[in-house]
C-alpha cells in the first residue's frame, strides 16, 4: 500500500519540522520479547520503592490495551543536551535533562501538534500521545522502530547522536510502513558499568534502579540510606555519569529547543550557593522545572546528604 509509505513520510517530515530529532515507527503488537525481561525485573525488585512500576503490566507491553485499534507506534526522539553545563565543579549536580523547562509539558504540546497535523493532513486518525508518563515501554518501542539500540546502561543510543534525549510517542489506529531495529555497537566496552558510582547496573543492560542515584534523588521519598553516604559523585538530583562515560556520546551536539535551555542562575550557583538555598530561590531557578518533583524539601534533604 504505498498510502503507508506515504503517510509515514508525512510525519516523519512534520517531526523534524516541529525539532525532533529522529522519528521511526513500529507496528503496534505485543511486546514478547519485553515480557519475561519486565517480569524478572518486577520479581527482583529492581523498581525499589516505585510501585507504580507495578501497576498495568500488561498495558506496558500491549498498546492495544492503551488505544484501541492500535496499528502504529510512531517513535520520537528529542535532544536536551546543554551547550553549557554547572560552572562550580564542586557544586550538587543537577541531571542534564533537568536543566530547562519540564520535558513532559515541552513534549505534549508538540505531539498535539503533530496529531493535529495528522488530522489535518491524513484523515481521521484516533490516538493518544505519550511522554514518559503512562505504561508505554518507550525504550522499547524506540528500538523496535530503528532509532537506536538499548545499551549496557539500558539508554537508548545512537551511533550518530549518543543518547542525551527524551523519548515520547503517538500511539496510532492506522497503519504506517515501519521501519526496522538497527544492530546493538556496545560491543566489549564496558565503560558506563564501570563508572557507575552505586555499581547500580548489575550486569550489561540490567539496571537495579533501587541502587540508581537517580531513583534515590528523585524517587525515594523516606531518608536516604546510610549505606549510600559517599556514593553519590555529588549528584542532587538524578545522575548522567553512565551517559557521560560511553563513547557514543562524543556525537552529542546542542539541542535547539530555547525551552530546554536554564535559568542564568543555575549554571552558575556555586557549592555555598546550593548548601544556602531557600525556598524563594528554588521557586525562581527551577520555575517550570521538573525538579520541583523533589520539591524544595526533597532538594535540600538531597544536598544535605552530600555535605560530609
Keep these: 500500500m504505498e498510502s503507508k509509505h506515504k503517510y509515514a513520510q508525512l510525519i ?15 507496528s503496534a503488537g505485543f511486546l514478547e520479547e519485553e515480557a ?17 512500576m507495578e501497576n498495568h503490566f500488561d498495558k506496558r507491553l500491549d498498546p492495544t490495551k492503551l488505544v484501541e485499534d492500535a496499528k502504529s507506534v510512531v517513535s520520537l526522539l528529542l535532544n536536551y543536551y546543554p551547550e553549557k553545563t554547572q ?39 484516533s490516538g493518544r500521545a505519550f511522554v514518559d508518563s503512562a505504561p ?8 523496535k522502530s530503528g532509532l537506536g539500540w538499548v545499551g549496557k546502561n ?17 500511539i496510532l489506529d492506522i497503519e504506517l510502513a515501519e521501519d526496522h531495529a538497527v544492530t546493538d555497537h556496545c560491543g566489549s566496552c564496558t565503560a558506563c558499568i564501570d563508572a557507575c558510582p552505586t555499581q547500580a547496573i548489575v550486569e550489561p543492560y540490567v539496571v537495579d534502579g533501587s541502587k540508581c542515584i537517580s531513583y534515590f534523588t528523585i524517587e525515594l521519598k523516606d531518608n536516604l540510606p546510610n549505606t549510600m553516604k559517599g556514593k553519590f559523585d555529588h549528584w542532587m538530583f538524578g545522575c548522567d555519569v ?30 555555598k550557593d546550593w548548601e544556602e538555598i531557600t525556598q524563594e ?20 534533604r538531597n544536598i544535605n546528604f552530600l555535605k560530609e
Excluded at 242 to 270: G, I, K, Y
Excluded at 281 to 298: C, D, E, H, L, W
Design 242 to 271: 553512565c551517559q557521560d562515560v560511553c563513547p557514543w556520546n562524543r556525537f552529542s551536539t546542542a539541542h535547539n529547543e530555547p525551552l530546554f535551555d536554564p535559568n542564568p542562575d543555575l549554571l552558575s550557583m556555586t557549592k
Design 36 to 52: 519475561p525481561r519486565l517480569e524478572k525485573w518486577l520479581t527482583n525488585n529492581m523498581h525499589g520503592k516505585m510501585q507504580y
Design 154 to 170: 539500558t539508554n537508548l543510543i545512537q551511533k550518530q547522536s549518543g543518547s542525551f534525549f527524551f523519548i515520547a510517542e503517538l
Design 136 to 143: 508505554v515501554l518507550d525504550k522499547a518501542w524506540a528500538k
Design 281 to 300: 530561590v528554588f521557586s525562581k531557578v527551577f520555575q517550570k522545572s521538573a525538579v520541583k518533583r523533589t520539591k524544595f524539601s526533597g532538594l535540600k
Design 12 to 26: 516523519k517530515d512534520e517531526a523534524k519540522r516541529l525539532g525532533f530529532m529522529s522519528c521511526g515507527i513500529s
Design 87 to 125: 560552572e562550580d565543579k564542586n557544586a550538587p549536580k543537577i541531571s542534564k535533562y533537568a536543566y530547562g523547562q519540564d520535558y513532559h509539558h515541552v513534549i505534549k504540546s508538540k505531539l498535539k501538534e503533530l496529531h493535529h497535523f495528522i488530522l489535518a493532513n491524513i484523515g481521521e486518525v
